[in-house]
């Protein structure tokens, strides 16, 4: 018992005033407020034990918190590790799809330096032989003569320096194409640069296949004067569009038993209507291919995508298309229909805060 309410207990049992029936009375209240107290005490002893679990468990959950946040730290890494992995890669793939599409280039390329090459080659010897003629001619003091020579030698020499001009002029584009392209924009004459890649596709399949033949036509809008666009870069567009067009209708060709014409139209466009009142300009590539069945068509914009045997494509062209054009804030759309062929059609903003 309690050491006070002992002390109360004795002085009752001792109180001399008090009647048996007080004291009787008292004790049972002294009694039961020991047991009140015994109760509490115990009570308190149980919180105090709760409350010491639950600091341990608190400890024990905090521990928990540490490591998981550890853990998403490091699984926070791996992920920065394989997203830089993932940009290396995929800044190679691009690479690969240029020098594929370089290689499609390269016959088109081969056959286009030919012909300054060729002037080059005639125009030094026709000039040669002029001057020849010129020293008999100062020899005989026909100055007369010798200044008419002279003359069509400057003139022989200004083509000469013209061909040569254009035949360093595809080659620079050449090594441009094959470079990693920075993106930057610049003023470009969209209508050269789509001319000078049908010109060079055509050319390199023909190369190829002297059998190939297709009807090019372009329509080209003298009202585009130049767009801001990164040239490079929509360059490659246009070339796998090109190419992609040849590759069909060569298919249909293939397959078709009656005359079949096959035929590649390229078309630009200033201001089309856009959406939302947009300007712009839109590049079409049309072709009378097999035309694409709905269940490829769904995937056609899917990197590494194709119908082509190995070796022939790499599935790339329309996914990095699809980003380029997205990159410059525009669209690239398609429509076909299956054995009608056809047509892809690009728009791009030219507004300044496009
Ligand atoms: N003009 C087209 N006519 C028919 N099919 C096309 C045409 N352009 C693209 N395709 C389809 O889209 C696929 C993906 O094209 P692309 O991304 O350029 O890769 P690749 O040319 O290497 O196959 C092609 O394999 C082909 O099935
Ligand atoms: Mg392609």
Redesign the pocket.
């Known amino acids: 018992m309690n050491q006070h309410l002992k002390h109360i207990l004795d002085f009752i049992n001792e109180a001399k005033h008090l009647s048996e029936d007080e004291k009787v009375a008292l004790l049972k209240s002294v009694k039961s407020a020991d047991k009140d107290l015994l109760i509490s005490e115990f009570k308190l002893e149980r919180t105090e034990k709760v409350k010491r679990t639950t600091a341990i468990l608190l400890e024990e959950t905090i521990e928990e918190l540490e490591q998981k946040r550890k853990a998403i730290e490091d699984s926070n890494d791996a992920l920065q590790k394989s997203l830089k992995e993932l940009k290396a890669t995929q800044s190679q793939l691009i690479q690969s799809e240029k020098m594929a599409s370089l290689g499609e280039l390269t016959a088109g390329i081969a056959h286009e330096i030919q012909n300054p090459l060729n002037f080059v080659n005639n125009f030094s010897e026709v000039s040669k032989e002029l001057l020849e003629e010129m020293l008999e001619e100062i020899q005989n003091g026909d100055m007369e003569e010798v200044d008419a020579i002279a003359k069509d030698v400057i003139q022989n020499l200004e083509k000469i320096n013209h061909h040569g001009k254009r035949a360093d002029g595809i080659v620079k584009g050449m090594l441009q194409h094959s470079r990693t392209s920075s993106g930057t924009k610049e003023d470009t004459d969209i209508n050269v640069l789509v001319d000078e890649y049908l010109r060079l596709a055509y050319h390199g399949l023909r190369a190829k296949d002297k059998s190939f033949n297709a009807t090019l036509q372009t329509h080209l809008d003298d009202n585009i004067k130049t767009i801001n666009i990164a040239p490079q870069d929509i360059g490659r567009v246009v070339l796998?569009?090109i190419?992609?067009?040849f590759?069909?209708v060569t298919e249909r060709k293939k397959e078709s038993k009656e005359e079949f014409q096959p035929m590649v139209i390229v078309t630009t466009e200033r201001n089309p209507s856009l959406e939302g009142g947009q300007e712009g300009v839109k590049i079409s590539v049309k072709?009378n291919?097999?035309?694409?069945p709905q269940k490829?068509l769904d995937k056609?914009?899917q990197p590494f995508?194709?119908?082509?045997p190995t070796g022939?494509?790499?599935?790339?062209?329309?996914?990095l298309?699809y980003d380029i054009i997205k990159a410059h804030g525009g669209e690239i759309k398609v429509t076909?229909k299956e054995n009608q062929g056809?047509t892809?059609i690009i728009s791009l903003p030219t507004n300044k805060n496009a």
């Open positions: 796998n569009l190419t992609n067009a590759y069909a072709d291919g097999n035309g694409i490829v056609i914009f995508f194709t119908t082509k022939q494509g790499t599935g790339l062209g329309l996914s298309s076909t056809t892809f």
